[in-house]
């Protein structure tokens, strides 16, 4: 198959057309013909040797562009302001203001706060707002985790074809009358949950939106590792 690598540092016009081994589908999988795809703005600082993560050459750029591949009505958000003139830089910090805008909420310092603990290496990942990746999905972002559950992740998985640990989804359950505690699950695009916990409220609604002590304590329940833990106060990526 054909793929657009990285062999060299420097723009995407350094980037090359090469022959890659066809990919064999494994059982209850599938082989989908991509015609074109796009990459973000941290792909175009990857290339460059500009940004934290630095994978090792030959490398095909772009996750979040699998998303194009699920059938919907719109593509990424962030494709859609660079489609209307704004630079890929001010395209996605863009979608950063929303981010901020969900850490307003109590709910958003859990959700980052077990993203800070899940994935180490968030500095070097694309980080979106469940809510508007949904509405483009489906064009409907209401009810529980606006509908970002682990029924639509399968659902989209089934099209985007994402490798463990590429799209990693912290959801949430709003608050159950007179409960102290909500309940999150960390999905992930292709292995599915997990990771099920809690966060007590309080601790959520005392913290400071940007989580200058660390992230919140979190109380894991199950994991897909099969090891249950008690309270972990986590640490900054």
């Known amino acids: 198959m054909k793929a657009l690598l990285s062999k060299h540092p420097g723009g995407p016009e350094t980037l090359v057309l090469d022959d890659l081994p066809e990919p064999v589908p494994g059982p209850k999988e599938v082989r989908i013909a991509v015609r074109a ?10 290339i460059q040797d500009l940004y934290q993560y630095k994978p090792p050459r030959p490398f095909a750029p772009g996750a979040e562009a699998k998303l194009n ?25 863009t979608m950063q203001r929303v981010i901020s805008w969900r850490t307003m909420h109590s709910q958003g310092r859990g959700l980052f706060s077990v993203l800070l603990k ?33 029924d639509m992740i399968a659902a989209v998985q089934r099209e985007a074809a994402f490798e463990p640990g590429e799209l990693v989804v912290v959801w949430v359950e709003s608050q159950a009358w007179k409960s102290k505690v909500q309940h999150y699950q960390v999905i992930d695009g292709a292995l599915g949950v997990i990771e099920r916990g809690t ?9 400071q939106p940007w989580l200058p002590n660390g992230p919140i304590p979190t109380e894991v329940t199950w994991s897909l590792s099969g090891k249950r833990a008690g309270h972990d106060h986590g640490a900054l990526a």
């Open 37 to 46: 795809c796009g990459v973000n703005y941290p792909d175009l600082l990857i």
């Open 199 to 207: 966060w007590k409220v309080t601790d959520a609604i005392a913290e």
């Open 69 to 93: 591949n699920v059938t919907r009505t719109a593509k990424n958000q962030v494709d859609q302001f660079i489609d209307i003139g704004y630079e890929p830089k001010w395209a996605d910090v």
């Open 118 to 150: 899940k994935l180490p290496d968030i500095d070097t990942r694309s980080v979106r707002e469940g809510e508007f990746v949904c509405n483009s999905l489906i064009g409907f972002n209401f009810g529980d985790g606006h509908l970002h559950d682990a």
